[in-house]
């Protein structure tokens, strides 16, 4: 019987792909990443500047926290038109569970754009009256009406709701009054300074948690007028009549204000944007 070889069987070696967890290494990200989330802003000044105007620019659809410290708030009549009526809701801010647990439902589904707070002045206020147990807060507050402890708690608490709202995945203004800080300290090591109407620690904490800081301010109105003198030429300011809206955007000695864009970029920032539109800012962003 002829001797027959065993025919080689060639075996099918499959390699599997090795899982190496990094760890901690793994969160490790390029640097920049997670920044589409959207504009975070304070916007504050004067009642009567253009704050609500200007928010109702940005990008739609809108969702206004309305907390203005009265049932019914009149500062949205200015953007009553009918393109705004229907890109634009609202919410009432009644207490800090209910706009906490808002942000929540958000943060699962969110079809806003952008969400603004109007304003944390009335939103600090409100919170302040339900942490006294009172009805209604004094007209003029000042700090002697509730104790240490309280405004303590009354800044842990709008630093919880601030936080809840710019961590959502879309545009954040936080709307404020104006105040001047530091203007009864008696030495030259604190300068006064003007920002947000809020405690002196929720304000130093918002500044630092946004990109961007900008006031709005109203001036009379001014035009440019060139003339050639000498071979010259020269730029001259004429008032007229009426006033202009601003929005002032450069860094001040005195007024709080902030763009985040590299150092070689900031110096062709306006002082100051005439009429300002969210267009206007997102141009400046990013020159």
Known sequence: MPVTRKQSVKKKVVLKKKII???????IEPLGAGLEAGIKMVLYGRTGTGKTTLWSTFPKPILALICSGVERSGEVRSILTPQNCKSIEQWVVTGK??????????????SYKTIVLDHATGLQDLLLKQILGLEELPAQGSWGMASRDSWGTCTLQSKECLRSLLNLSCNTVIVAQERE???EVENDMLSPYVGAALTPSTTG???HTCDYICQTFIRQQVSEKKTKIGGKVITQQIKGKGVQYCLRTAPHDVYMTRFRIPREKSDSLPEQ???PTYQKIEELIEI
């Open 21 to 27: 967890d990094k760890g901690v290494l793994g969160e």
């Open 97 to 110: 569970d209910g706009l906490v647990e808002l942000c929540h439902a958000l943060k699962e589904e969110n």
């Open 181 to 183: 800080f530091n203007t």
């Open 205 to 207: 904490w918002l500044n």
């Open 273 to 275: 944007i005439v009429n």
